[in-house]
């Protein structure tokens, strides 16, 4: 028990005086996570709004696809990516094993399903209603479309959320195709399995409160956007 | 099913579309309103038929409009909500400012104008509805069951603004509604569906007073039409 508070001591002062193996740690993860959310948001959202909008039955299969991807176990898609990325791999020669980029591939690879499913849903709830109105109001396909994504934006922000949240704490994906290494490909989750492993349990605690003032600030913005939604514009 | 063999609509007249539950009236809209396709047969806008897709089914679109019994607001301002057919159209800002104030003023929605349009009650909602449906001048206005679970007093200022908005403008105006009272009130000519065919189409005066069809009589007086 002593262990664990001095380690709690020790983990606020390392946060507090900006350890720099720390913020290099928590820099490096949120690099990797936002450029992976954002490449999975450009693919997510036009693919959920596109299958949305279609009729189920047309879109069944993919949709199923799509959600049996969304609870793909992150050490699958270390290993899909890895093979791809191996030098034996059809994408081997590009070089890219054990550096940040094959680490925001996997995560993309994580977070698009999120994204896409989540994102059908929120638009399938009212997006054939919306698309009748835009359509009597006389827009054109670009427009409607458009406008069911606009005002599916709280589903929609609520799906990058949920897939953000997915990709900052997992650690499966990165620790195959990142291989850990210190400087270069060591984030939050992988470090904190490292350091525990070593007994160094000051800046695995450290790096578990900042993933949980992550979440904590993750959680509460969708939160406030799924019940204060209808409120807030 | 609706199985109509034809059905004319003049340009400038006001028509009430009244019959039971289950007629066909707003399928009848849907397909005139081009949302739903017709199984067979021909829709034709100023003698021409309506193209299946492209820019010209979009422009052809661009001239009539629909007010649902539940409008759909979006999620944004009243202002943005009655600016939205506008902008499809490609209005000047100028433009779109004028119209709206305008229209904003005539519906009694000036000091909502920045209110969130989804939050609005039932009636302002369908005002709303309606100046966003008539501020780019369409040739055609359809309206299903405006008026449906709205209090009287809205009820009456929604009437009103459709007789208005027709008397100072040249538009057709097609009406769904259950009351045989409003189609009285607002209609020029009344078509009455049932089971999806027209069982009689005519002046309003003929169809209430003196209805050709045992039918359309039976339910004007209220009775049970099979």
């Not at chain 1, 002062?13 to 936002?34: A, C, K, Q, T």
């Not at chain 1, 954002?38 to 959600?67: D, H, M, Q, S, Y």
């Not at chain 1, 890895?82 to 034996?88: F, H, V």
């Not at chain 2, 422009?59 to 009539?64: A, G, V």
Request: hydrophobic share 45%.
């Amino acid at each position: 028990m002593s262990r664990l508070i001095e380690g709690i001591f020790e983990a606020f002062r390392l946060i507090i005086i900006l350890d720099p193996d720390l913020l290099r740690i928590v820099l490096l993860s949120l690099r990797v996570s936002g450029m992976a959310i954002i490449f999975g948001t450009l693919l997510g959202v036009p693919l959920g709004a596109f299958l949305g909008l279609k009729p189920e039955k047309k879109t069944r299969f993919f949709n199923k696809i799509i959600f049996t991807l969304m609870g793909m176990p992150p050490v699958v898609a270390g290993l899909l990516i890895y093979l791809l990325l191996s030098r034996q791999g059809p994408l081997g020669v590009l070089g890219l094993l054990y550096t940040p980029t094959a680490m925001i591939i996997a995560q993309v690879l994580l977070s698009f399903p999120i994204i896409t499913g989540l994102t059908i849903i929120g638009v399938r709830a009212k997006g054939k209603d919306i698309i009748e109105t835009a359509r009597t109001l006389g827009a054109g396909t670009f427009l409607a479309t458009w406008t069911v994504i606009k005002e599916s934006r709280i589903a929609i922000l609520g799906s990058i959320i949920t897939g953000f949240g997915r990709i900052t704490a997992e650690v499966g994906a990165v620790m195959i195709v990142g291989g850990n290494i210190a400087g270069h490909t060591r984030v939050m989750t992988t470090a904190i399995v490292l350091e525990t492993r070593r007994g160094h349990f000051e800046l695995a605690i450290g790096l578990g409160l900042i993933l949980l003032l992550l979440s904590f600030v993750i959680n509460s913005l969708l939160y406030r956007f799924q019940v204060g939604g209808g409120k807030h514009s | 099913m609706l199985h109509i063999e034809r059905l004319t609509l003049e340009k400038g007249i006001v028509y009430g579309v009244i019959g039971p539950s289950g007629a066909g009236k707003s399928t009848l809209l849907r397909i005139i309103n081009l949302l739903t396709p017709p199984d067979s047969g021909l829709i034709s806008f100023h003698g021409r038929s309506v193209p299946t897709n492209g820019v010209s089914r979009l422009d052809l679109q661009q001239k009539m409009t629909m007010v649902f019994q539940k409008p759909l607001l979006f999620k944004a301002s009243v202002r943005e909500n009655v600016a939205y057919g506008l902008k499809a159209r490609g209005y000047s800002r100028a433009d779109i400012n004028r119209r709206v104030d305008s229209l904003l003023e005539q519906v009694g929605m000036n000091h909502l104008a920045e209110r969130r349009a989804d939050l609005l009650s039932g009636g302002e909602a369908q005002r709303v509805a309606v100046a966003r449906a008539v501020a780019f001048e369409p040739e055609l206005l359809l309206l299903d069951e405006p008026t449906a679970n709205l209090d009287p007093a809205n009820v009456e200022l929604i009437e009103n603004m459709v007789i208005q908005m027709h008397r100072s403008r040249t538009m057709t105006t097609v009406l769904v509604t259950h009351n045989i009272f409003q189609a009285r009130r607002i209609a020029d000519q009344v078509i009455f569906l049932n089971q999806g065919q027209i069982v009689e189409m005519g002046d309003k005066n003929q169809i209430f007073y003196a209805p050709g069809d045992e039918k359309t009589r039976a339910y004007i007086e209220g009775r049970m039409v099979y």
